[in-house]
């Protein structure tokens, strides 16, 4: 069964940092583009940060500098390292994986990141 599970939201202060993880369950972590999406109330999901298999990394403009993605194949675990964060990086962040070949979307549960002081 395929699962993606994230941790790590929760409460944190304007410029203050927070990781997020998501651990893989049931794919072929070593053949899918891992990813970070936001969504907040009214809006689309927006990609956040996306790697690849060979570590080939896309930002969204309005992260780049401040947040970093990392996998670690071994664990099957993608992280969100989030640093000088500001009140419009609060949102629902999802982990996705998509195949490399097949194009496969999954997507994990969500979890919350609120921002205040």
């Known amino acids: 069964q395929v699962r993606l599970v994230e941790s790590g939201g929760g409460l944190v202060q304007p410029g203050g940092s927070l990781r997020l993880s998501c651990a893989a369950f049931?794919?072929?972590?070593?053949?899918?583009?891992m990813g970070w999406y936001r969504q907040t109330p009214g809006n689309q999901r927006e990609l956040v940060a996306s790697?690849?298999?060979?570590?080939?990394?896309n930002y969204a403009d309005f992260v780049k500098g401040r947040f970093t993605i990392s996998r670690d194949n071994a664990k099957l675990t993608v992280y969100l390292q989030m640093n000088s964060v500001k009140p419009e990086d609060a949102g629902v962040y999802y982990c996705?994986?998509?195949?490399?070949?097949?194009?496969?979307?999954?997507w994990g549960q969500g979890t919350l990141v609120t921002i205040s002081s």
């Open positions: 996705n994986a998509e195949g490399e070949y097949t194009k496969r979307q999954r």
């Open positions: 790697i690849s298999s060979s570590g080939d990394i």
């Open positions: 049931g794919i072929v972590f070593e053949t899918n583009i």
